[in-house]
């Protein structure tokens, strides 16, 4: 193969190379051996779902919940779990009557699993967060209907 047969041939490997999602490709032809690798300068970054400004957001459960409902929120970004492992029933379920200090779910943050209590005594009235999701800092996790003695 001539220089300039060679030149376009590899021009044209080149062009689909860079167009393709493979990261590696060898060609051998007449002799000539090709080698080509795509490599990245930083990781993949996994792209989060930003949520609302956090004001909008506790007006619109307010509207949604009323007055007479608290809000539990994640204390930190982690992976919400409902039960203390798969095969064992949820903590607790929607219509639950709960009491202050109860365990609701798991939050497992840097391997380290952190209970989810309540803060106050009442009925769950929505489980707010679905079972082995990543929640952020803030999310709401539960809405409990207030018991009279927390008013």
């Known amino acids: ?18 167009k393709s999602s493979a990261s590696e490709l060898a060609v051998e032809e007449e002799g000539v051996r090709l080698i080509l690798r795509k490599t990245t300068s930083s990781p993949p970054q ?14 619109k459960e307010e509207s949604v919940f009323g007055d ?11 992976v919400f779990y409902r039960s203390p492992s798969p095969n064992a029933p949820p903590f607790v ?9 109860q365990r609701l779910a ?14 106050v005594s009442g009925k769950i009235v929505a489980i707010l967060a679905e079972n ?19 008013l």
Do not use: H
Request: hydrophobic letters at 45%; zero cysteines.
């Open 46 to 59: 996994q792209v989060l779902p930003q949520p609302p400004p956090l004001k909008e957001a506790r007006q």
């Open 68 to 78: 007479n409902v608290y809000i539990l929120r994640s204390p930190m970004t982690g």
């Open 132 to 150: 082995a999701s990543l929640v952020q800092e803030g999310q709401p996790l539960f809405a409990i209907e207030r018991m009279e003695e927390n």
């Open 93 to 101: 379920e929607e219509g639950d009557i709960v009491v202050k200090g």
């Open 1 to 18: 193969m001539d220089k300039d047969k060679l030149f376009s041939f590899i021009k044209d490997i080149v062009a689909l190379f860079e």
């Open 106 to 119: 798991l939050l497992e943050a840097m391997k380290i699993f952190n209970d989810i209590t309540a803060d």
